[in-house]
């Protein structure tokens, strides 16, 4: 009879930050920001959904919390940050190529899936870009639909707008 070793959660470290009325919340492991929600989502309830138990605590998400406040306040236009993500291959391809979209400029999900050499996956493409673990961070608002209108956010299109708002305040400057 063999012993089944019961493996414990994961440990991460979740953090709140307050913007215009909108709270999102930032979730780190140990080597780097794994998540951020667009939403006041209790603390518990992101555990369960990343499988993991979620302690309180703001020093191992410093760096996020400044540079995320910092754009927030049109002072930071791109991130420095030890990223840990889980995802498949191609989603982290999707990611990657986000990650290149300047800062105050859309593309469409038809442009990503070119940039990673896929063209007939525009609906993954969509697929993996809701699927992002750190929106803004990896700027998935910065992608609108074919026609140029706001489509598709995790924290809703009044959030997206803002968020591309801001950018273009910030160019205007």
Not at 32 to 54: N, Y
Not at 62 to 75: M, W
Request: aromatic share 6%; glycine share 10%; with cysteine.
């Amino acid at each position: 009879m063999t012993k089944r070793v019961r493996r414990l959660p994961e440990r991460l470290y979740g953090s709140t930050i307050g913007w215009e009325g909108w709270t999102f919340r930032v979730i780190s492991s140990g080597q780097g920001l794994r998540f951020l929600a667009l939403s006041a989502e209790p603390l518990d309830a992101l555990a369960d959904k990343l499988g993991a138990r979620i302690l309180p605590d703001d020093a191992p998400n410093r760096a996020a919390l400044s540079q995320v406040h910092e754009y927030l306040i049109g002072a930071r236009r791109t991130f420095d940050l030890s990223l840990d993500l889980c995802g498949t291959v191609f989603q982290k391809d999707v990611w990657e190529a986000l990650r290149t979209i300047p800062y105050g400029v859309t593309v469409s999900y038809g442009e990503i899936a070119e940039r990673i050499a896929k063209p007939r996956a525009v609906r993954a493409v969509g697929q993996a870009v809701g699927a992002n673990p750190v929106p803004i961070v990896i700027p998935c608002h910065r992608v609108i639909g074919h026609d140029g209108h706001l489509v598709g956010f995790g924290g809703g299109l009044p959030l997206k707008e803002r968020l591309l708002s801001l950018e273009q305040g910030a160019l205007d400057l």
